[in-house]
């Protein structure tokens, strides 16, 4: 069965997405701790994120770095955090927290519900400093 990422890919679900290449997507938490929470997710449906291959896994950091640096500069955060956590979907991804302190990058703080209008204007804004 598909993972829920593979299904958004697939348009199956609803995704905000802010990048797109052959190897991977970046989308927006539903669940975000922070506004702009993106989530850095491969393409191939890998669990574990040791079972990468450092190629793949290299791109990824790239693009996590590419999106963090987007955060810093559209939402103005104090610091922007990666967590790479892997136990509530079994298909590998990054989340790239914009964070003031240590309690922004606490899973218990995600929310549980967000407005979809409140979620695409956070990939709008995201999108808007990410290079084209």
Known sequence: MASVFTMIMNGELPGNFVWEDD???????????QTG?????PRAEIDHW???PPELAAHLMVVAHTVGTAQMAAFEPSRVGLI???L?????????IPMS????LNFAN?????P?????QAAETLRSHLPA
């Open 84 to 86: 790479i956590a892997g």
């Open 37 to 41: 929470h993106t989530l850095v997710v």
């Open 116 to 120: 979809p209008e409140e979620l695409a």
């Open 101 to 104: 302190n240590m309690n922004d």
């Open 23 to 33: 190897d991977c997507v970046a989308i927006l938490s539903i669940n975000p701790i």
């Open 110 to 114: 995600a929310k549980a519900s967000v």
């Open 50 to 52: 040791l079972d990468v």
């Open 88 to 96: 509530e979907v079994p298909h590998t991804h990054l989340h790239v």
